[in-house]
C-alpha cells in the first residue's frame, strides 16, 4: 500500500472512531445526496435523449432515497448520544461532505454543477461530469463503508454497502450513454467532455489541499512564534520583573539627613 493510500484509510478511519465526527458526517452525506437529487431533477427537462433522461429520473430517485437513509441513520446514532441533529447547525462549516468542501461555486457537495450551467455544458458534458463524479462518490463510499465496518458499526456499513449498489449503476449508465455517443461520432466531443470534468475534480481538489494546507501552516507558525518569540520574552520579562514587599535602596547613606 502506498503512503497516500495508508493516509487515506486512516482519515475515514478517524471519522468513525469519533462518534460526533461520526454523526456530523452522516447528516453532511444526507444534505449532499438532497443536493444531487436536486441538480438532477432541475437538469431533466434541458434533457431531450430519452435514455438519458430515463436514467436521470432514476438517478434522482436513487439520491433522494440515499439522503433519506443518512439522514435516519444520523437520527437514530444522535439518539444513541442523547443528542439533537438541530444542535449540529454550528458544527457544518467542517468538510466532512464527499468533495471535502464546496470549493467552487460552479459545484455542489457532490460534485455535481449547478442547474443553471447545464444550457452551457450540454448533455455531453453534464454526463460525462456525473460519469466522473459518481466515479469518485463510488471511491470515497467504498473507504468509508470500510471504515463504519473497522470501528464496529454494522448499521452505517450495511447503509454504504446498499448505496453502493446503485453507484455502481450510476457510474455504469453514465459510461454506458458516454460509449453509444463515441460510436455515434462524437468521440472527441466526448474525449473534451471527460477532460474537462476531471480537470474541473483536480482543481477542486488543489483548492482543498490549498485551505487545508494553509490552515495547517498557520497552525504550526503560531507555535513556532509562541515558542521562539513570545514564551522566552515573556520568562525574560518575568525575571527581570521588580519582587514585591520592601527592598534595600542600594548607595543609601547610613547617617541621618539631619
Known amino acids: 500500500m502506498n503512503p497516500m493510500s495508508w493516509l487515506e484509510r486512516r482519515r475515514y478511519q478517524a471519522v468513525w472512531s469519533d462518534a460526533h465526527r461520526a454523526l456530523l458526517t452522516l447528516e453532511s452525506f444526507a444534505e449532499t445526496?438532497?443536493?444531487g437529487g436536486?441538480?438532477?431533477?432541475?437538469?431533466?427537462p434541458r434533457i431531450h435523449d430519452e435514455e438519458v433522461?430515463?436514467?436521470?429520473?432514476?438517478?434522482a430517485d436513487d439520491e433522494v432515497r440515499h439522503a433519506r437513509l443518512f439522514r435516519d441513520r444520523a437520527q437514530e446514532v444522535a439518539e444513541a448520544q442523547g443528542r439533537h441533529l438541530g444542535?449540529?447547525?454550528?458544527?457544518?462549516?467542517?468538510?466532512?461532505?464527499?468533495?471535502?468542501?464546496r470549493a467552487a461555486d460552479q459545484v455542489n457537495a457532490h460534485g455535481f454543477f449547478q442547474a443553471g450551467l447545464f444550457d452551457e455544458m450540454g448533455e455531453v458534458g453534464y454526463v460525462a461530469m456525473l460519469h466522473v463524479a459518481e466515479q469518485r462518490a463510488a471511491h470515497i463510499f467504498t473507504q468509508h463503508s470500510a471504515a463504519a465496518r473497522a470501528a464496529g458499526d454494522k448499521a452505517t456499513t450495511e447503509i454504504f454497502e446498499e448505496i453502493l449498489k446503485d453507484e455502481k449503476y450510476h457510474v455504469a449508465w453514465t459510461?454506458?450513454?458516454l460509449k453509444r455517443w463515441r460510436g455515434e461520432g462524437r468521440d472527441a466531443e466526448v474525449s473534451r467532455?471527460?477532460?474537462?470534468?476531471?480537470?474541473?475534480?483536480?482543481?477542486d481538489a488543489w483548492r482543498r489541499l490549498g485551505l487545508r494546507s494553509a490552515s495547517g501552516f498557520a497552525t504550526v507558525l503560531i507555535c513556532v512564534l509562541y515558542w521562539?518569540?513570545?514564551?522566552?520574552?515573556?520568562l525574560i520579562a518575568r525575571l527581570l520583573r521588580p519582587r514585591a514587599g520592601w527592598q534595600e535602596v542600594r548607595g543609601a547613606g547610613m547617617g541621618s539627613q539631619y
Open 87 to 101: 444542535a449540529l447547525e454550528e458544527d457544518k462549516g467542517k468538510a466532512y461532505d464527499l468533495s471535502g468542501t
Open 175 to 177: 459510461a454506458t450513454v
Open 38 to 44: 436536486r441538480d438532477l431533477l432541475a437538469a431533466a
Open 193 to 203: 467532455a471527460l477532460k474537462s470534468a476531471k480537470r474541473g475534480r483536480a482543481l
Open 228 to 234: 521562539t518569540a513570545l514564551a522566552p520574552f515573556g
Open 33 to 35: 445526496e438532497e443536493d
Open 53 to 59: 433522461l430515463t436514467h436521470i429520473r432514476h438517478h
